[in-house]
């Protein structure tokens, strides 16, 4: 048995060597490459895309190896509120720079207002929210008004020069977040791989630096719309992540912690017929994610792989708060809300530093 693992490590480490660059890969490695565990996972993708309700791409990756696979996933998609994550990281780059801070006032303009999701639209003209405070609340109650508020403050040529200067080709906001028009959905835009790349920076601590990774991941394990990604999984397995939907889409993307073996994955459909068919899609590909990285894991034990191991304390060591019930409903509009109450998967209770807002929006829908 001894002997078998030692060839069996020794063996793995070589074809690992022979890969460029696995611990940063952000393209879908190709499927002669693959442990057999990722190669499986690889197939069920494409069985699951195969019988798809739109069109959809899956990009996701393994972040102790670097391994990535998925169906699609450069394809260039509606983003829907997934973009709130680059406008999330060019706040922090300028905060970083020493541009504006935490608590930078921030004051609505008329022109902020979106009508779509969001308790600061119906906000009194001049209202002032930090910047500290409209961080939360455009991750993880999704408001679209203090996203835009935040947009105008850092400027979307900033967020899409960084975007750029970081390699994604996909991501780009042509746009502010306006819930009734059709800018929308040509004016949010990123891919799969782009946004599974941009998580794979801030779960290593290389998204600005450290300390803005560490702040990034707390706010998105925030999140209080649950009821994508998070919801075929075990209670106690906890995601810091970013949903999204608008109209014809629906888009999850995030990390998720399960122990010392996290992976990131991006799911993201449109055109669908109707949201249920793309809830249930995601559902399907989250719990075979899941499912398959179970097995990866034991894979790189056998193959006397390290986990994966961040500068700072892992996230998955914090521990999980009570267990949230949200409302299915879409963030754009209120026309397709759903009346029943889904019970979601538990959320990652990992208070940011920042401190959540004192007049914070109730948890409310599961995508935003």
Known sequence: MKRRRHIVRWLTLAALTALPSLASATALEPLGTMPAPLAALHMQFSHLSAHAP???????????????????????????????????????????????????????????????WGDLADAPGGTVRNVKDLLWLMITQSDNTA????????????????????????????????????????????????????????????????????????ILAGQTHNGLLPMPLPKDVRIAHKTGSLHDTLNDVG??????????????????????????????????????????????????????????????????????????????????AEPAAIPVAQPLDAPSPLDAPVDSATPGSDER
């Not at 406008?87 to 970083?96: S, W």
């Not at 949010?188 to 991941?217: G, N």
């Not at 390290?306 to 409302?327: C, D, M």
Request: proline content about 5%; some cysteine; charged content about 20%.
């Open 147 to 218: 996203t835009n508020m935040l947009i105008r403050t850092v400027s979307r040529g900033a967020i899409n020069a960084t975007m750029a200067g970081f390699g994604l080709r996909r991501t780009h906001l042509a746009a502010d977040i306006r819930s009734e028009s059709e800018s929308i959905r040509y004016g949010l835009r990123t891919s799969p791989s782009d946004m599974v790349a941009l998580l794979d920076k801030i779960a290593r601590d290389r998204c600005v630096d450290e300390w803005s990774s560490r702040e990034m991941l707390a």
């Open 54 to 116: 739109g069109h959809v791409g899956i990009a996701v990756e393994d972040l102790a190896t670097g391994f990535t696979t998925g169906v699609d996933g450069g394809a260039d998609l509606p983003a829907a509120s997934t973009i709130k994550i680059p406008v999330m990281v060019e706040v922090f780059e300028q905060l970083e720079a020493g541009r504006i801070a935490l608590t930078t006032p921030v004051r609505l303009q008329q022109r902020d207002r979106d009508w779509g």
């Open 255 to 336: 990390i998720v912690y399960e122990l010392n073996e996290p992976y990131v994955i991006a799911v993201m459909t449109t055109q669908l017929p109707e949201l249920g068919l793309g809830r249930a899609f995601i559902h399907r590909v989250s719990r075979a994610a899941y499912s398959g990285f179970a097995r990866l894991a034991q894979w790189r034990e056998d193959a006397g792989i390290a986990a994966f191991s961040p500068a700072a304390e892992p996230l998955a060591a914090r521990p999980a708060s009570n267990a949230l019930l949200s409302p299915d409903v879409p963030m754009w509009t209120q026309q397709d």
